[in-house]
């Protein structure tokens, strides 16, 4: 069973920069593909961005340009680092397994960690 946590979170002003992290446990983290997600109220959770195996990357439109999202294999981390953040990234973020064409409807009931909030404010 896998174990997410993540952290970094908090109050930022729109253009300032903040860095999440992700450390991840009961998997084989090197082996697999991971991605940031993010749930803002009232919405449903989506993929921010995504890094394969071999280190390739994905983002959501949005973001890209801004947000960098990288992995260090020996610490079984993942991280998100968030450049001129606007206000509408404000959502709680989470890390999990990337799954190309996510959709919440089918991933709702897996195995997530609590998250980590970011309020950006103008």
């Known amino acids: 069973q896998v174990q997410l946590v993540e952290s970094g979170g908090g109050l930022v002003q729109a253009g300032g920069s903040l860095k999440l992290s992700c450390i991840v446990s009961g998997s084989n983290f090197g082996a697999n593909a991971w991605a940031w997600y993010r749930q803002a109220p009232g919405k449903q959770r989506a993929l921010v961005a995504g890094?394969?195996?071999?280190?390739?990357?994905d983002y959501v439109d949005s973001v890209k340009g801004r947000f960098t999202v990288s992995r260090n294999n020996r610490k079984n981390t993942l991280h998100l680092q968030m450049s001129s953040p606007k206000t509408e990234d404000s959502a709680t973020y989470y890390c999990?397994?990337?799954?190309?064409?996510?959709?919440?409807?089918?991933?709702?009931?897996?195995?997530w960690g609590q998250g980590t909030q970011v309020s950006v404010s103008s």
């Open positions: 890094i394969t195996e071999s280190g390739s990357t």
């Open positions: 999990n397994f990337f799954y190309d064409g996510f959709d919440w409807n089918v991933h709702e009931n897996d195995d």
